[in-house]
């Protein structure tokens, strides 16, 4: 199976930058002109001359530990390129952050500029900068062309309509992360397959050690590690069912230039990514009520009989359904393996060093969690399932984060905006903001996506060895993973009331995948809806929907 290494470097917390201007005063190259000029000798060169703007830049972004101190630390290094600029950070409390932006997006002229835009649903639409208008241009602060400083086919964009309005340099990987010294006393392997996995399991209950430790309430299930691998392996065996919601010719998202020469690859975990391919959501949810998409399929079946190989048995027994946090086992070595982002492996050294200089570690509750011990700590990719329905290698969630959009206003404000975007998504700006955010605490959360950041080594090797695999959550292939499509409240909890009962023998697999079927149809009308479509779009898929 193809894979990409993922550079070095760190990622920054889910924050965003925000920026009010007033225009541009003395104009050595405009941001749109910023683009290359021609030599004597025929050749060109990067212009990297930068506008001089006057105006006022506010950051309003989602408030966390060392947060405050990289935008400050960002924004001062700005602010000396652009002295007739002042950048204000005001960052927001996480927890009323989505109804803060909602209602700012609802305001007549917001002084806010840079937000989270993720977090502001479709209050944001028509009303954040178009990021596609300026990806083509040369950024003064590298040289090279704006989406040349980063990953930018991570990006979350709308090829069709040629939208992309928020930009994201940090990346999250879903890994499994094991206890190396108990791993080599009970003699246990790293698994590449799922049987593997059970093997492993078992050979670590042999020795006397738990060999998972997992949440297994109902909200691990829903948003947490258990739903987490629900969307993996579920992905295992929807891989060909892009060719049947995929954007065809007269679609309202088909483009000729992507969708016309896109070749399916189930050898390719990128085959399937946004920037090579569009994907038509009616057309998704027309096979579902056409039973062309099926929630019971042999596959899916496959999958729950190969959960119900290790859990509950492998993951702590009828305790497994009463755990709520993970790590307390996984630290104090009663437990050799766990489920988590690349986020872990910064957490993991930070707590291992507080261990060291006596400091207590705390759990999800903030108490104290007693015996911890020193370990050297590994990971592993997802283990491949086999067997009927299965189509493809298993992937994993890995994506970009970050989402900072832009508040739309005039075009000189605008272009000012994109400047700082520039520097804040240069390899200068972002070891500016990550080396004050190390320094103060921040969280990293896996590598960055932006191309030459200088960090610290001890922080910067944390990542190497993780390699890009392919991200199952970038259509439509897990989208009955856990119920009804989009987060159904009350399918999310009937999924979890019988998978509950098929883990712990009550029902058959037949059973489960018959309770699946009914639950996801009791619910299409309400997913349909979340979604903005209706039974009336589904008769005519090559429609943009209007949920009438």
């Known amino acids: ?230 969307q993996i392996y579920t992905d295992q065996t929807t891989r060909s069912m892009i060719n049947v919601y995929r954007a065809q010719e007269g679609d309202y998202d088909y483009d000729p230039d992507v969708d016309g020469v896109w070749k399916y690859n189930v050898d390719d975990p990128f085959n399937d990514d946004a920037w090579k391919v569009n994907q038509n959501p009616v057309r998704a949810f027309k096979a579902i009520a056409d039973g062309d998409y099926k929630p019971d399929s042999e596959g899916m079946k496959t999958v729950w009989t190969n959960f119900a190989k290790i859990f509950p048995k492998y993951a702590g027994g009828d305790a497994f359904f009463g755990t709520t946090d993970a790590v307390p086992l996984f630290y104090q070595s009663k437990a050799a393996i766990m489920v988590d982002t690349g986020a872990r492996l910064v957490n993991f050294k930070l707590d291992m060093d507080k261990l060291a200089s006596g400091d207590n570690i705390v759990d999800a509750n903030g108490e104290a969690v007693s015996g911890v011990k020193q370990f050297e700590l590994g990971h592993f990719n997802m283990p491949s399932m086999e067997g009927d329905g299965i189509e493809a290698p298993a992937r994993t969630l890995e994506v970009a984060t970050g989402f900072f959009g832009a508040v739309k206003k005039d075009k000189e404000h605008d272009a000012m905006v994109v400047d700082f975007l520039m520097y804040f998504s240069s390899a200068e700006g972002q070891g500016i903001y990550l080396n004050a955010g190390i320094e103060n605490g921040m969280a990293l959360n896996g590598p960055s996506l932006v191309y030459d950041v200088e960090i610290p080594g001890e922080w910067s090797s944390l990542f190497d060895g993780l390699e890009f695999i392919g991200n199952c959550q970038k259509g439509y292939g897990q989208m009955m993973a856990r119920g009804a499509p989009g987060d159904v409240q009350n399918s999310l909890r009937e999924w979890y009331d019988y998978s509950q009962k098929f883990l712990t023998g009550q029902i058959s697999i037949d059973d489960w995948a018959s309770m699946h079927k009914d639950n996801i149809m009791k619910y299409l009308d309400d997913s349909l809806a979340g979604s903005k479509i209706s039974r009336t779009d589904l008769e005519n898929p090559q429609n943009e929907p209007t949920g009438k």
């Not at 683009?35 to 930068?50: C, L």
């Not at 009323?96 to 002229?109: A, H, K, L, P, R």
Request: proline letters at 4%; a negative charge; aromatic letters at 10%.
């Open 1 to 230: 199976m193809k894979k990409r290494v993922l550079s070095m470097a760190l990622c920054l917390a889910m924050i965003a930058s925000v920026f009010t201007a007033c225009g541009p005063s003395s104009t050595a190259s405009s941001a749109g002109d910023n683009a290359s000029k021609t030599e004597p000798d025929g050749s060109t060169s990067s212009a990297t001359e930068t506008t001089q703007y006057e105006g006022t830049i506010t950051i309003n972004t989602q408030a966390g530990p060392g947060a405050d101190a990289a935008w400050q630390a960002v924004a001062d290094a700005y602010m000396e390129k652009q002295p007739n600029v002042e950048v204000v950070v005001d960052l927001k409390p996480s927890d009323s952050y989505g109804e803060w932006i909602q209602n700012m997006f609802g305001t007549d002229n917001p002084t806010t500029d840079i937000v989270n835009i993720n977090m502001a649903g479709s209050a944001a639409n028509d009303k954040a900068i178009n990021y596609m208008e300026y990806a083509d241009q040369t950024s003064p602060y590298s040289g090279k062309k704006w989406t040349d400083q980063f990953n930018y086919e991570m990006q979350t964009r709308d090829l069709a309509k040629g939208t992309w309005t928020n930009i994201s340099l940090d990346s999250v990987q879903v890994l499994w992360f094991y206890n190396k010294d108990l791993f080599e006393a009970a003699g246990a392997e790293v698994p590449t397959t799922w049987d593997e996995f059970v093997t492993t399991c078992e050979k670590l209950q042999e020795h006397g050690v738990q060999p998972i430790t997992m949440a297994g309430d109902f909200n691990s299930f829903w948003a947490g590690a258990m739903g987490w691998l629900a």
